[in-house]
């Protein structure tokens, strides 16, 4: 797996962070092979995303992690128990936004998408340190809304972080909003249904095929060799991410 940044995986990922409630999708995955570490509820978030791992936790490196200083130390125990490092962020989280999105951050290579108003100062020391170069976009809710297709490679619906990328070298798909399943709201974000799980492989929620702009995505993903892996044959679902961890 890429040491910096393991969000774009080189090899076949071993473990994911989940949300807790997906229990349909870990059995999907573990039917790959690939062990599943569950979130438990952070109370103080309002409950569609309150599991969310892109919410909760920042990968740094492999088997090194920011969380959240209000997850529960259960859910800490859980990760160390795996062998991974854990590190609290200085930012509590809380039900509105913009007070959720602290470690709402989306990397491609040594390049990090976030709000900078609102991104933790530890999360932000610590990958400046590593060599992240951060850009700004207004959309705080940032990972839900990138599906990271690889280092130089994203797929979003949002404008103000489509036209970031494309300035910066980055070849972007701008999709249309909606067709993805959040409970307790109009829809969910395509980054928040997806995460890769190997290299030039996309692990998906549900099918594309139940997206408007379904053609549009397989074209994309074909041009890039992406294999996708869909591990459920439903509409694509907004999980707060599928986040590689070893």
């Known amino acids: 797996m890429n040491f910096l940044n393991p969000l774009v995986p080189e090899k076949s990922v071993n473990c994911v962070l989940l949300d807790g409630r997906e229990i349909e999708i870990g059995n999907a995955l573990e039917r790959l092979g690939i062990?599943?570490?569950y979130t438990e509820k952070c109370d103080e978030l309002y409950e569609a995303i309150s599991y969310h791992p892109d919410i909760l936790v920042h990968p740094v490196e492999e088997k090194e992690v920011i969380v959240a200083p209000n997850v529960s130390q259960r859910f800490i125990n859980e990760l160390t128990k795996f062998g991974i490092k854990v590190v609290k962020g200085k930012t509590f989280l809380k039900r509105n936004y913009p007070y959720d999105i602290a470690y709402n951050v989306a990397r491609l290579g040594n390049t990090a998408f976030h709000n900078l108003k609102y991104t933790d100062p530890v999360l932000r020391e610590i990958l400046e340190k590593k060599g992240v170069k951060f850009l700004h976009v207004n959309q705080g809710y940032t990972k839900c809304n990138m599906a990271i297709v690889d280092e130089k490679s994203f797929i979003t619906s949002d404008r103000g972080i489509f036209e970031v990328g494309?300035?910066?070298?980055?070849?972007v798909l701008l999709i249309e909003p909606g067709g993805i399943i959040l409970e307790g709201f109009d829809y969910g974000f395509i980054g928040g249904a997806t995460g890769l799980i190997g290299e030039k492989r996309l692990a998906v929620t549900g099918t594309f095929?139940?997206?408007?702009?379904?053609?549009?995505i397989m074209e994309f993903l074909d041009?890039?060799?992406?294999k996708i892996t869909y591990l459920t044959?439903?509409?694509i679902k907004d999980i707060g991410s599928i986040i590689p961890l070893f």
């Open 35 to 37: 062990e599943v570490i």
């Open 166 to 171: 494309l300035r910066s070298g980055f070849d």
């Open 209 to 216: 095929y139940h997206h408007k702009d379904y053609e549009k």
């Open 223 to 226: 041009k890039k060799g992406i």
């Open 233 to 235: 044959s439903g509409q």
